[in-house]
């Protein structure tokens, strides 16, 4: 059975740049058998499927379903931002709910200025929890930073808010930039902690948090690493933004409604930008855009 796939980049900050995502609008002839390997033939990071109609009878309500070329997600950000802009251009902009393996996501699309649609989707409550000593000094291992190399400001977590992702923050440009990791040992420690989503590590300058009184405005690199395939690194992780607004939320390293920039995608040659909004309390909203890749539509 095949599908048409619309290719979308969600978050690009220029052009090329964002994370590429696959749509699939109609996916309700197919089975998870037969939608795992669209995905695997797509070949990006994830591929987002929308499997019912109207639930509820409601026409802005969907189900959806993600898959990345190894196995079932329960959240894709960028693949729901993508979805969101396609399902707006068709069918008109406004708010949409996203049934999810994650929960119900509340999706806001509107039409800028300049014509473009954006789309803002408010995750589920964030959980944040401590990761252990054996498994920080693994992953610490594997990505070659010693506790020396860390920003003290910011520990080593497990955050969510739709997947699980352990944030890792390194003090020094220098070194964020440098780190290198191996794909395959990476894999074999995610799998074994469960994180479907990505590994986040970030580094913020010294003069944008801290201090006596936490900022309201923020600017945060990120790097997501997500070896599956021939990827190593994800240029734009929706999950992974949002997950990272509940843990700065945790901390009480944002005054709180505040605004987080976060810059992703820079070591993978295709800059994205998301913006973070962080409420008192709630789910957090990460809000982009996404645009058509220029190749014909895929059918797989």
């Known amino acids: 059975m095949t599908a048409d796939v619309l290719r979308l980049s969600a978050f690009a900050d220029g052009n090329p740049g964002g994370n590429p995502a696959g749509v699939v609008l109609d996916a309700r002839p197919l089975d998870g058998e037969t939608m ?66 994650a929960g119900d996501v509340r999706i806001e699309t509107s039409t800028g200025a300049d014509g473009a649609v954006t789309a803002a989707f408010t995750s589920v409550e964030p959980e944040v929890r401590e990761l252990g000593g054996s498994t920080t000094a693994e992953l610490l291992s594997l990505i070659g930073v010693g506790p020396d190399d860390l920003d003290t400001r910011f520990p080593v977590r497990e955050s969510f808010a739709g997947n699980w992702h352990p944030v890792v923050a390194i003090r020094e440009l220098e070194r964020f930039d440098a780190f290198t990791f191996d794909p395959a040992a990476m894999r074999a420690l ?28 923020l600017e945060i690199e990120a790097r997501n690493l997500f070896p599956v395939g021939a990827i190593t690194e994800d240029p734009a992780t929706g999950s992974a933004a949002a997950s990272l607004g509940g843990y700065l939320r945790s901390l009480g ?48």
Do not use: K, N
Not at 62 to 81: K, Q
Not at 274 to 289: F, S, Y
């Open 253 to 300: 390293a944002v005054a709180t409604p505040a605004r987080v920039l976060v810059r992703q995608g820079r070591h993978v040659g295709l800059p994205s930008l998301l913006t973070v909004d962080i409420p008192v309390a709630g789910g957090v909203t990460v809000t982009g855009t996404a645009t058509p890749i220029d190749e014909p539509e895929l059918e797989a």
């Open 36 to 101: 795992q390997a669209i995905a695997r033939r797509v070949g990006y990071a994830e591929t987002a499927f929308v499997v019912e109609h109207a639930v509820g009878g409601d026409p802005r309500h969907v189900r959806l379903r993600y898959f990345s070329p190894g196995a079932e997600v329960p959240f894709c950000g960028h693949a729901t931002i993508a979805t969101a802009v396609a399902l707006a251009e068709r069918d008109g902009v406004g708010t949409y709910v996203f049934g999810t393996a």
């Open 190 to 217: 995610m799998d074994a902690r469960g994180w479907a989503g990505t590994v986040t590590v970030i580094h913020v300058p010294d003069s944008d948090a801290g201090g006596d009184t936490p900022p309201a405005h």
